[in-house]
């Protein structure tokens, strides 16, 4: 019983320590870009707790390269681990100007559709009048 009792204890100390997930929502300060890529500094603050703390950090990129990411502490804190993971049951908010960009590129490429047809339309009466004019007609 003692066995099991302590088992029980350890399991669920275990559970209490691994569901210590903080939130924070991090602030994009600076972005520096390349050719190949960007750089995008983020910064946050947060009080811990003695032990164990599991930190979630939101409003970052989506695609970026897991071994170019970089984290800092300031104080008595060390860092164990950085792991990377996606919510993907949180609907993607997007931005006024990204939906005012998606639109314009749809209005260009409808556009750009419509010349390309206007363009082979126009080059096929062209062939159609020239061989018209082979035929030598009277």
Not at 16 to 29: D, K
Request: glycine share 6%; no cysteine.
């Amino acid at each position: 019983m003692k066995k099991l009792l302590l088992t029980a204890v350890l399991l669920l100390s275990n559970f209490v320590v691994a569901n210590n997930e903080i939130n924070i929502s991090s602030q994009l300060q600076s972005v520096k870009v390349f050719l190949s890529g960007a750089e995008m500094i983020h910064t946050g603050k947060i009080k811990l707790q003695k032990g164990m703390n599991e930190i979630v950090i939101d409003n970052v990129a989506d695609n970026f390269d897991i071994n170019s990411l970089q984290f800092a502490a300031k104080g008595d804190a060390t860092i164990i681990s950085v792991s990377s993971r996606k919510n993907f049951l949180k609907a993607q908010e997007k931005s006024p100007q990204l939906l005012s960009l998606e639109d314009s590129l749809k209005s260009l490429k409808y556009e750009s559709s419509r010349e390309t047809n206007l363009k082979e339309t126009l080059i096929g009466e062209l062939e159609l009048i020239n061989a018209n004019k082979d035929i030598g007609g009277t």
